[in-house]
């Protein structure tokens, strides 16, 4: 009856009741322990290392870096020069139309000799600087006779790569 007396009293595995304590210990001991000094060697080892880079990793991204360079240098140089082209093609083309509208106004014929880009200024729209377009890529222009194709040339149209000629 003494244990049934227990029971009904709530003494269970878990319960950590002094009357039940002595059949059935607690599952857990709840009180600290205390710290050895090989756990504060252990400890005191680990937050003295210095967080960083390793001369490895450091390398390897240096090498992707260069890698990614050398394949994207020459296709932006590349870029720049068609850039340049397509730019200096725009202004012959507008050049050329404005020669023939000056030729056109003015009663000129055929085979006469255009001077310089300059006369034909108020038929064109001008740069900032109020001026004739200039070539992109630093070339001159040469104008040549009323009716010859082209009218207008650029010095690099004898370029190799990417020439700066009226198609």
Partial sequence: M???RKFDRGCNRQSVNEDCNNRNPPVASFTPRSETKDNQNMKTNQTSRKAGFTLVEIMIVVAIIGLLAAIAIPNF???RAT????ACINNLKQ?????SEWALETGQSTGVSVASAQIVSAYIKLNSANSVPSCPAGGN???TNVGANPQVSCSLSTLAASPHRLP
């Fill in 2 to 4: 003494d244990a049934k």
């Fill in 77 to 79: 140089i590349k870029a």
């Fill in 95 to 99: 050049i050329d139309g404005a020669i």
């Fill in 141 to 143: 222009y040469t104008t």
């Fill in 83 to 86: 850039a340049q082209q397509n």
